[in-house]
């Protein structure tokens, strides 16, 4: 009988561990690994210097603005394209495609009812030196504030003769003054917005000795 109990005793221990989740001693542990690789569809890359490596993004900051200034604040960066491979340059006679788009030209604040909106002039410069817009048009590229079709603008620009190391961009934003008025309803605070500068090859022209992968 003694022995009977003391089993219905043990048995009973089990189940309520069991219940109670008790982890085994051999117990796993686990992590989670997060692979990413970052693509270029045409070798070309774009970065802050030269020479430098490839980049995700860049950022144009006017720091703090008073309301109600006078001027227009203006805010300018260079950036680079080049090939990734730095012991090779892009040819000369290769066209590039530049594309300037952004969902709007508004720096904004605030969701729905409380959301304020600064329009501001975007332009990516492609340095002359170095390539030239295709047909004479307009070497600039212009996404500019207050004008609700300039949300997209692309070009075509010819490598100068002979090739280049890399080509330079400049980026400027202006908000002008006037949209910082006083009599503007504006909130306090970081007003933002995200365009996307792109480049790839139109036409790759021929060079003896080198096999280009696009």
Do not use: C, W
Request: charged share 15%.
């Amino acid at each position: 009988m003694k022995k009977v109990l003391l089993g219905l005793l043990a048995l009973s221990a089990a189940l309520m561990a069991e219940s109670a989740g008790v982890t085994e001693v051999n117990g796993e542990n686990q992590i989670d690994i997060t692979t990413k690789a970052f693509i270029v569809d045409s070798g070309l890359i774009i970065t802050e210097t030269p020479d430098g490596g490839a980049i995700q993004s860049v950022e144009l900051d006017h720091g703090t603005i008073i309301k109600g200034t006078q001027t227009s604040p203006s805010i300018t960066k260079d950036i680079y394209i080049r090939k990734s491979n730095t012991t090779t340059s892009i040819p000369g006679g290769a066209i590039l495609n530049v594309t300037l788009k952004s969902p709007h030209n508004d720096l904004a604040s605030g969701d729905g009812m409380n959301r304020s909106k600064i329009p501001h002039t975007l332009t990516a410069s492609i340095d002359r030196s170095s390539a030239t817009a295709q047909n004479n048009s307009n070497q600039n590229l212009i996404l500019a504030g207050n004008a609700q079709d300039s949300t997209l603008k692309t070009n075509y620009y010819i490598v100068n003769d002979g090739g280049v190391n890399s080509i330079k961009v400049t980026l400027n934003s202006t908000i002008a003054a006037n949209d910082l008025s006083n009599d503007k309803v504006l909130n306090e605070g970081t007003h933002s917005n995200t365009s996307t500068l792109s480049v790839k090859y139109s036409k790759i022209p021929t060079i003896p000795g080198e096999t280009v992968k696009k």
